[in-house]
């Protein structure tokens, strides 16, 4: 197991043609047993909508249009927290019961580190988010994503594993990733 995983996004298969970004994510745990996570888009286009930086606030429906995503289930259990991160530095994270049922309340919790660099065709973010924002589980299960939306409102969908069918970052095939005391390992839901 390690500390850290370095891997590559997958395009869905029905991603229109001009989607051909690389995306690469390193994960890591943080001092605190939080995680850090850095997305970097490369190939970025003109005709990308990419928010540009603005104050750090939660924000909803960020899903809607350019935005990194990460979902975290608790190992052995159905449900899981997803969070969104917006290159704008807004978030937002949701609770759900089970798959897309979601929790009758937000979870309050604390607001991840947004940092957002952009140079030429490359946009990277970097999201600290604090073991105490992460759902409670001694090891967790994640599913990475990233999804990017272009002027003519068209959206590109990558994932570290996609179900099939049309994207769906809710499915539990995703949830590749399990990251437990003693790090990163691939995995598989239950």
């Known amino acids: 197991m390690a500390n850290s995983v370095h891997t590559v996004l997958t395009g869905h298969p029905d991603n229109r043609k001009h989607f051909r970004q690389r995306i690469e994510v390193t994960l890591a745990q943080s001092a605190g047993g939080g995680i850090t996570i850095t997305y970097v888009i490369h190939d970025v286009s003109p005709d990308m909508r990419i928010s540009t930086v603005d104050a750090p ?20 259990q159905t449900g899981y ?59 967790l299960r994640l599913a990475v994503d990233v999804i990017l939306e272009t002027n003519d409102g068209s959206l590109g969908y990558w994932a570290l594993m996609h179900p099939p069918g049309k994207p769906d970052f809710h499915h539990h095939a995703g949830f590749v990733l399990s990251l437990s005391p003693l790090g990163f390992r691939p995995t598989r839901w239950p």
């Open 57 to 76: 606030a939660p924000a909803d429906a960020l899903w809607r249009t350019t935005c990194c995503e990460l979902f975290v289930n608790p190992t052995g």
């Open 81 to 139: 927290r997803e969070f969104n991160f917006s290159p704008s530095g807004q978030w937002a994270a949701y609770d759900f019961l089970d798959t897309r049922k979601s929790a009758a309340t937000t979870p309050g919790c604390t607001a991840p580190v947004i940092k957002t660099k952009r140079e030429g065709s490359t946009l990277q973010l970097e999201v600290g988010l604090p073991k105490s924002a992460l759902p409670r589980g001694e090891t």
